[in-house]
């Protein structure tokens, strides 16, 4: 049997989870008119993107409850532990993000709360849009918070290029502004903050790479925790193969080694099958090598040019003489992000930033 299509993320916020918001209301707060609230809710709900529908729901939340902002915060409180799904419970903060600009403390204070159960990262970037300082100032404080869910929101919210968000122009602009947030998130213990924590340095890298090389190489990297960020953060500096960015996860000499057997398998695929690459790496030296491999995919266009797409595979180190067996599989597929066009696509290893070796694949109509 063929795989299905996975539905689409959308359909997190379908007819049956508007139900489930609307029975967990009625118990909170047994006026809830969850009648009016699913007709509000369902209405062109097929033509919505998820985060339109996230929005929707809000919108309908405070369309049918009738009190004043401060007791439909002490109902969505409760309401919280109550759903069914992290990322449905977001329609909580989208809620006090549209609502609440008028009571900061309160509103912030609540965003706090509701980031336990899904997260707070989009609602809380419309105050620091309207109010910077007080709101970083307060995510600072966080940033030292006992909850890892509070810490991470500290670093994610105010994230100059979050996805599926607004850019912050002024922190994209100048990162030192949420730099001593950072500082203190450098060694944390929760992999759930160290992932933020790196994504957050990797947006800078795109605007101000100078300034993130020049942070961690003022860290130290002797806790894994720290240098767990590091290496990630530095990520997309890596597979460009900037020079400083190899040397501080330890790669940043020339790569003594030679590529042999390089090929891709099947050669000739249709749309959603999948290859793999595979190739020997041999040391040319009698020493030991820290290596970063990658792998680009020179993707063909609709006009037939070529866009290249690097992709991590792995880092090791080599001893001197030894050769290893490397291979790595994708399915070729449509994405959101990526549309694939017929036609060869040549596919280069890369070693510390350096092509040595290159093969193809052909995706045929």
Known sequence: ???????????????????????????????????????????GLADLSVMQRMARVSECLHAVLPLDYEASLQVLRALAPRLNSGFVSMCLPQYVA???AHAFEQSMDALKYFTAF????????????????????LMHGW????????????????????PWSFRLEPVQADPTLAAKILDNLKADTSLYVRKSVANHLN????????????????WSLDNRHTAWIARHALRSLIKQGNQ??????????????????????????????????????????????????????????????????????????????????????????????????????AVHVMVNGERLASTAFEIVA
């Not at 996975?6 to 508007?18: G, H, M, S, V």
């Not at 990262?121 to 970083?136: G, N, P, Y």
């Not at 006992?146 to 290029?161: F, I, Q, T």
Request: charged share 30%; with cysteine; aromatic share 6%.
């Open 244 to 345: 400083r960015a190899l040397a501080i996860i330890g790669a940043g000499g020339k790569p003594e080694v030679e590529i042999v057997d390089v090929k891709v398998e099947p050669p000739v695929i249709g749309l959603g099958e999948k290859i793999t690459l595979s190739f020997a790496i041999r040391s040319t030296v009698e020493s030991s090598q820290r290596l970063v491999i990658d792998y680009a995919i020179d993707y063909v266009k609709a006009n037939g040019s070529t866009s290249a797409k690097v992709f991590k595979l792995k880092a090791l180190t080599l001893p001197g003489n030894a050769s290893e067996a490397v291979s790595r599989g994708q399915q070729i597929k449509e994405l959101t992000t990526r549309r694939h066009y017929a036609g060869r696509h």
């Open 203 to 218: 947006d800078i890298t795109k605007d101000h790479p100078g300034w993130v090389l020049d942070l961690i190489e003022g």
């Open 98 to 100: 549209r609502y609440g």
């Open 143 to 162: 940033s030292l918070d006992d909850n890892e869910h509070v810490r991470r929101l500290a670093s994610e919210g105010c994230r100059p290029r979050l």
């Open 1 to 43: 049997m063929a795989d299905q299509p996975a539905p689409a993320l959308k359909e997190i916020f379908n007819a049956e989870r508007l139900k489930h918001i609307a029975t967990e209301m009625t118990a909170v707060y047994p006026d809830f008119d969850g009648q009016k609230f699913l007709k509000l809710a369902q209405s």
């Open 118 to 137: 899904g997260s707070s990262e989009f609602a809380i970037r419309h105050f620091l849009r309207s109010d910077l300082e007080r709101s970083l100032e």
